[in-house]
């Protein structure tokens, strides 16, 4: 079965335009990417200046100072999570749009004919609140390392 | 090859169709098999190059973890943006490997009937098992995070040591 991601209306649409009318979607969506992209580069670089910040604080022995803003990063993470699953899901489908205005593209319909069992990354979703689920179990890093993010502020903050 | 669908009708319409214009079409195949080809490896590169970042990021994030957690914090914010670019390349490069390799067969297939072999599908089966597996674990692991991160965390245990 050809993954749902592939068999959206946009998707679709995007297949029978002339090249003309593709590069010019294209343009459109990478200014879209580059607009999202660079909004979550400001919110990263705030969180970072925040933590930055806060690890000054606590070099000077301000604790209270750091633990506002260690609490400011914290939900500021949070806020980010949103745009993070915005960015993620314009920059897969940019790229699947690239991927289809490369001549000679085949749609996974003609390699599902060969062969049934290919897995397609993140293009597997069954839609996009899976993606979004998908994204919030893997967007922490620390998590996977066994660093728990939370339980660190926390130790940080009351010690 | 549990996955693998009988290849006949294909190899049967192309069977049906002339020498000069079977030719045409592995020429076209070919050209498009080139273009996947280069894409497939610019962004495996590109993958390549957010890896080594990623790595860094976190390698220096589990350093400063021991000393400074707020700047560790700090460093694990963008090692989460060049995760989810990881992402969204590994299964970008699924969709053009799967190109590639199609293109590839309709080459092998035609290239086949031109010289007048005659189909087989155990002898088509082992000419891609190879390729496919290669496909198919590459892509699975382009969505396996949790493989490459205790690599990783290896790694860094090492460099701790």
Known sequence: ?159 | MSGLISMKPIYERLGKMSNKKLQKMADVHQKNLLRFIEMRKATTRTIDEKQKKYKKCMLDAVREMKSNVPKALGGGMRARLLKADITVAMSSRSVIRMNEFYHRMMIILIEDILVGVNYNPDRVNNLIPQEFSDLISSSISGTNFTQFLAKLKDEIEEVGQ
């Not at chain 1, 919110?43 to 803003?69: F, P, V």
């Open chain 1, 1 to 159: 079965m050809i993954p749902w991601f592939f068999t959206r209306d946009e998707i679709q649409s995007f297949a029978n335009l002339s090249l003309k009318k593709k590069s010019r979607k294209l343009d459109e969506l990478s200014e879209q990417l580059q607009t999202t992209e660079n909004l979550l580069r400001d919110r990263i670089k705030q969180s970072r200046d925040m933590a930055e910040r806060a690890a000054r604080r606590l070099n000077r022995g301000d604790h209270e100072a750091s633990k506002d803003l260690l609490n400011s990063f914290s939900s500021h993470i949070a806020s980010t999570q949103p745009l993070m699953n915005t960015y993620v899901a314009r920059k897969l489908e940019f790229s699947l749009f690239e991927i289809m205005a490369v001549e000679g593209f085949e749609f996974p319909s003609a390699l599902l004919e060969l062969r049934n069992d290919i897995h397609f990354g993140l293009f597997a979703v069954n839609s996009m609140d899976e993606l979004e689920r998908l994204l919030m179990a893997e967007s922490d890093p620390f998590e996977e390392l066994g660093i728990d993010i939370q339980e660190s502020i926390e130790n940080e903050v009351s010690s």
